[in-house]
């Protein structure tokens, strides 16, 4: 994501939409300091917007820098599968205008896309209200870097401390966590037997279906300090 307007080189986001488990546990996580006006970074095919927009929110607007995928999530916004408080804008963060100022910026594993990560989070708290909250979930572990993160655009993995790290001047960090605690120890089976460049879709399944659902009960169990994602939340400050 290095210009207004970029193909994504990723075949997963279909594959990972299927997570139904892991797209609520995600939600539950994010809802408190999702606000009213929303900008979500990085939209793809519309697989986040569906299980965080709920429609009552005043504005969601979804930034997509490949052209095809806004096209067919617009697509997807004028059939009613997706709330029509959403729009859709082909393009990056610098697409954004003063006249857009939100109180919400989502990326939902986006940040390790972009290349100068910490200027984008620079540049996102400079288009938020103040009061409000950038959220950022993203792989764990720098360690867990495998052919797959390769081969979808990664340019990084992030621990909590790396992503602390990125916190502007002008913003405090909120939360900060680890998510999916049992996905782990399947992420570490791939890195160090599977090395495969994709999930299958059985794989995904059983991700999604066991581990997830064993995992919303034992992160709070073990304080929730190992974790195959790590969420970051930053308010800007008044």
């Known amino acids: 994501m290095t210009s207004d307007t970029t193909p994504y080189v990723g075949q997963e ?3 990972f939409a299927q997570a139904t488990h892991w797209k609520n546990y ?10 009213c006006n929303v900008l ?3 939209a793809g ?13 005043k504005r969601w607007i979804c930034l997509e820098p490949d052209a095809s995928l806004a096209g067919k999530l617009q697509g997807a916004i004028d059939a009613g599968d997706i709330p029509t408080c959403c729009e859709t804008k082909v ?3 610098t697409s954004i205008g003063i006249n857009d100022v939100v109180d919400t910026i989502l990326y939902i594993d986006v940040l ?6 910490a200027t984008e989070l620079r540049n996102a708290i400079r288009v938020l209200q103040p009061g409000g909250h950038v959220i950022v979930l993203s792989p764990a572990h720098q360690w867990l870097f495998t052919p797959f993160d390769e081969a979808i655009g990664h340019y990084r993995r992030y621990t909590k401390r790396t992503l602390a790290a990125l916190t502007p001047a002008d913003a405090t960090l909120a939360h900060l966590t680890y998510l999916d605690s049992v996905g782990l120890l399947a992420s570490l089976a791939n890195r160090l037997l599977l090395r495969s460049a994709e999930p299958t879709h059985r794989q995904i399944q059983l991700w999604d279906k066991g581990m997830v ?4 009960v034992l992160d709070p169990m073990l304080g929730r300090k190992v974790g195959k994602s790590v969420l970051g939340v930053w308010r800007k400050n008044s």
């Open 13 to 15: 986001l279909e594959l």
């Open 26 to 35: 995600i939600r539950h996580a994010v809802r408190p300091f999702v606000g």
């Open 40 to 42: 979500e970074v990085g």
């Open 45 to 57: 095919l519309g697989g986040t917007t569906r299980f965080l927009c709920d429609g009552s929110q």
């Open 91 to 93: 393009g990056t963060l």
């Open 112 to 117: 390790e896309h972009i290349e100068d990560d």
């Open 213 to 216: 659902r064993t995992s919303r």
